[in-house]
Nanobody, 123 residues
Framework: VQLQASGGGLVQAGGSLTLSCAAS????????MGWFRQAPGKERESVAV????????FYADSVKGRFTISGDNAKNTVYLQMNSLKSEDTAVYYC?????????????????WGQGTQVTVSS
């Protein structure tokens, strides 16, 4: 599966952004989809994951209540709605796909990655 992330940009603290990840190549609904981020000098971390059915989600504690992951199987696209953004949300955001069951959160369980999109939150 090929992944194309988009929607990043510069936003003021407290603002909102929606990231999109379009998938092509294989049946989208076969994959668990996740959003990860990596800030300068930090390790890549899991932000949100959604199950194949969309019925289960995982959120990192740092984004709970502010970010929402969702998927549209008809459009082969997964979204990350980000509200109440903070300066600490500044990072390159990546979408990824996994064939693992459940809700994997470790990046090594996601073999397919998009190219990343920069999110910068100014305080």
């Amino acid at each position: 599966v090929q992944l194309q992330a988009s929607g990043g940009g510069l936003v003021q603290a407290g603002g909102s952004l929606t990231l999109s990840c379009a998938a092509s190549g294989r049946t989208f609904s076969n994959y668990v989809m996740g959003w990860f981020r990596q800030a300068p000098g930090k390790e890549r971390e899991s932000v949100a994951v959604i199950s194949r059915s969309g019925g289960s989600t995982f959120y990192a504690d740092s984004v709970k209540g502010r970010f929402t992951i969702s998927g549209d199987n008809a459009k082969n696209t997964v979204y990350l709605q980000m509200n109440s953004l903070k300066s600490e949300d500044t990072a390159v955001y990546y979408c990824a796909a996994s064939l693992n069951g459940g809700l994997p959160t470790m990046s090594k369980l996601f073999p397919y990655w998009g190219q990343g999109t920069q999110v910068t939150v100014s305080s």
